[in-house]
């Protein structure tokens, strides 16, 4: 097994984080490093004010990358994330001026407040890693990593994501309430807010590049492969299941068992990778059947797992 380039710096980042400013929230962090680290995004769903967006704030300052915030409300519009071109009367002609999609981490608070035509102004610059405005094509920076949160559909004001937005989204996950003492903590010292936007950054962008060239190069067994293949097809013959994992949602699996190796500073996926990940990845993208609606995805999911032996390696 080779030495990982720069794994050391990425779980450094995760320690500090997770020990010093974001106690309680480490299985998150750890979640949207692997996203950024595979190029994915992260979807952030839970009640408002457990600390998503101080969250988000802290992750880009650690990493030391541009942050671009969105505050979804029902009158915004697709330019309000994208940009517009403005006329400009001095010079004669139209000038783009980019929106907060323009950074390297963008985080989408509360996306399921805009409405569908500007949740879909997200699709191009998710899938595509670009913008199309009037026309002319814009490439994103790298690396890029949408961190959207979402409030619970069955609250006032919020529209559902529609299937095709949902399968952006690498993984899906919550934050949670934190442990009582991290919480009374909490509540004794009040935000830090204004601590979070002085986290002087944790690694040079070159170490991140180079983090991510060694996620891609993490090997993937014929036996995990098997494996991730016998997942998909279980969630596709299941009998409550309407659509099954797709084939990108098959990649996304083994992109974040990949990223899960890394983190654990092994140049190859073992099962026990996918088995860390699956749950993160897939409930999200599982379609039930009408009348199977109100079941428990993520039991569904354990059913199957227990069905489909952990292979050898």
Known sequence: MQKLAKVDEMNAVLEELSSQHLKGKVRALRLSLMSLLTGGHILLE?????????????????????????????????SDI?????????????????????????????????????????????????????GVTYRLPEPFLVLATQNPVEQVGTYPLPESQMDRFLIRTGIGYPPEEI???????????????????????????????????VYVGEKVTDYVYAIIRATRNHPLIQAGLS????????????????????????????????????????????????VDKEHVLNAILKEIPLPLT
């Open 46 to 78: 839970d009640i408002p004010g457990l600390g998503k967006t101080t969250m988000a704030l802290a992750f880009a300052s650690a990493l030391g990358l541009s942050f671009g915030r969105v505050q979804c409300t029902s009158d915004l519009l697709p």
């Open 183 to 217: 919480e009374k903590g909490i509540l004794r010292q009040g935000s830090i807010r204004d601590e979070i936007m002085h986290i002087p950054a944790l690694v040079r962008i070159d170490d991140l590049v180079t983090a991510i060239a060694s996620v891609k190069a």
């Open 247 to 294: 084939t990108r949602g098959g990649i996304g699996l083994v992109d974040a068992a990949k990223a899960a190796a890394f983190l654990h500073g092994r140049d190859f996926v073992a099962p026990e990778d996918v088995r860390d990940v699956v749950h993160a990845v897939c409930p999200h993208r599982l379609i039930f059947r009408p009348e199977h609606e109100g």
């Open 82 to 134: 994208t940009g517009l071109s403005v006329f400009d009367r001095t010079e004669g002609r139209f000038n783009f001026i980019k929106g907060p999609i323009f950074n390297n981490i963008v985080l989408i608070d509360e996306i399921n407040r805009a409405m569908p035509k500007t949740q879909s102004a997200l699709l191009e610059a998710m899938e595509e890693r670009r913008v199309t405005v009037e």
